[in-house]
């Protein structure tokens, strides 16, 4: 079946501009994550969706992020206002739960000029 | 202080020799532990996953987990050119709902 996807695969905005990201999970995965990660970093957790709770936000580095999901369907990650510091890879990935092998996406690069 | 340490690499070595991969980290809490390998411009995928400490052998790949020293290796025996990739440690505790804690990743080489 098909993996995790992930659109767009690069994004390239402007200083101050909104981004939004989109996230497709593995069928019938409840839990889904979205991470940041740097050049020569390792992953930073975001924020994680479990089926119908509410969502653990608790590494959303600012209030310009935010994201969405539905159920257990797409996903969205939006970033306002954005500013350089912004500028990294975002992954998201889904699992049948929280210790459940994660699957990945490839990603979204996103660049802010 | 990380809470996970990673040296960042690159370590090149010849194809067909033995690749020893650590982690160390500092919270005692952990007790799940992955490695997981990304290629370039992909996700990382998991390679293999350990509760608490000792030994798992997959094939050519063999985790180990001294959680005495809080301290934790990935072996690859046999390295092939496929297996240039970067190694990322994670590692986990049920007192933090068992959020994901990153290394750095190890990028590795394998020259054939």
């Known amino acids: 079946g098909a993996g995790v996807s992930q659109s767009p695969s690069n994004k390239v905005t402007e200083k101050g501009k909104d981004v939004e990201l989109r996230c497709d999970p593995i069928?019938?995965?409840?839990?889904l994550y979205w991470y940041r990660q740097r050049l020569g970093q390792g992953l930073e957790f975001l924020i994680y969706?479990?089926?119908?709770?509410?969502?653990?936000k608790s590494g959303l580095p600012s209030d310009r992020f935010s994201a969405e999901r539905t159920g257990e369907s797409v996903s969205t990650l939006t970033i306002q206002r954005t500013q350089q510091e912004d500028s990294a890879v975002y992954l998201c990935?889904?699992?049948?739960?929280?210790?459940?092998?994660?699957?990945f996406g490839p990603g979204t690069r996103l660049t802010v000029l | 202080q990380k809470e996970v340490e990673q040296d960042p690499g690159p370590l090149s070595v010849p194809e067909g020799a033995i690749v020893s991969l650590n982690c160390t980290y500092s919270?005692?809490?952990?007790?799940?532990f992955m490695w997981y390998r990304q290629y370039s411009r992909k996700g990382p995928e998991l390679l293999m996953y350990?509760?608490s400490s000792g030994n798992k052998e997959d094939g050519r790949f063999t985790a180990q987990v001294d959680k005495s020293s809080k301290y934790i290796s990935l072996f690859i025996r046999d390295s092939q050119p496929s297996d240039s990739a970067t190694y990322l440690c994670?590692?986990?505790?049920?007192?933090?709902?068992?959020?994901?804690?990153w290394g750095a990743g190890t990028k590795l080489i394998i020259k054939p």
């Open positions: 069928s019938g995965h409840t839990a």
């Open positions: 919270n005692s809490a952990f007790q799940y």
């Open positions: 969706f479990q089926g119908n709770s509410a969502p653990d």
């Open positions: 350990t509760y």
């Open positions: 994670a590692m986990s505790a049920a007192d933090s709902n068992y959020q994901l804690i």
């Open positions: 990935a889904s699992s049948l739960g929280r210790l459940n092998e994660q699957f």
